[in-house]
């Protein structure tokens, strides 16, 4: 299957800093990606759809000046936390599907955890 | 997208076959059954999907009711790495509706 990479695999920031997570599609292009957050013994939840080459679109609740999504290439996306808390430890894990539909699942990165102290 | 039902937790002996029910009992005509599994602190990895007929590859088969709105998976011979929570998700297929929408999934245990 398709690979997608997330960098990095975990981060530990302290507090009021930001923090910007990349996620790539490594064989293929993706039109549009996608941002899960996963709290401890929770599901994926989802964040954002990030497009490429426009704004993202955020689900209710999630603040999209704290979350800054850019999808430059339909190869990368990019997660920033800005002004990180405690409360935004988190699993971060993007996924993508193949815009030209040679699969039709969507595949994951490898997550990232993100501490803030 | 359908809403669907798993069991929380099960458990299965190394080797025997585990079979993991979901019930999708809302499942629209155009929606596809998913399966992914996610290993502790890893990325879900996609297993399966199906609309109506049963599917195999070389992870797992697919068992769809005629009616649709159950599904089974099936890893033929588990091992102690298939110890992962597994999630069945339906959603309509084709481009546009990529969007996953997790449920609580079942914690699936090899035993020894």
């Known amino acids: 299957g398709a690979v997608v990479s997330q960098h990095p695999s975990w981060v530990i920031c302290k507090s009021g800093t930001s923090v910007k997570i990349e996620c790539r599609s490594l064989?293929?292009?993706?039109?549009?990606m996608f941002w899960y957050r996963q709290f401890p013994k929770q599901s994926l939840m989802l964040m954002a759809t990030?497009?490429?080459?426009?704004?993202?679109?955020?689900e209710q609740g999630v603040e999209k000046d704290k979350f800054l999504i850019n999808h430059a290439s339909l190869t990368l996306s990019t997660l920033t936390v800005t002004s990180a808390h405690p409360e935004d430890s988190s699993f971060y894990i993007c996924s993508a599907r193949d815009r030209a539909g040679w699969y039709t699942e969507a595949f994951f990165g490898q997550g990232t955890r993100l501490t803030v102290v | 997208d359908a809403k669907t039902t798993q069991p929380t937790s099960m458990d299965c002996a190394e080797g025997r076959a585990a079979n993991l029910p979901c019930n999708h009992s809302t499942i629209s005509g155009n929606e596809y059954v998913y399966w992914y599994r996610q290993i502790h602190s890893q990325g879900p990895q996609y297993i399966i999907h199906g609309l109506k007929n049963n599917e195999t590859n070389e992870m797992a088969s697919l068992i769809i009711t005629e009616d649709r709105k159950s599904s089974t998976l099936i890893l033929p011979h588990a091992t102690l790495r298939d110890t992962a929570v597994y999630y069945c998700?339906?959603?309509?297929?084709?481009?546009?509706?990529?969007?996953?929408?997790f449920g609580t999934g079942t914690r699936l245990t090899i035993i020894p």
């Open positions: 998700i339906v959603r309509v297929g084709g481009f546009g509706n990529e969007k996953l929408t």
């Open positions: 990030s497009n490429e080459g426009s704004k993202a679109t955020y």
């Open positions: 064989d293929f292009q993706a039109t549009t």
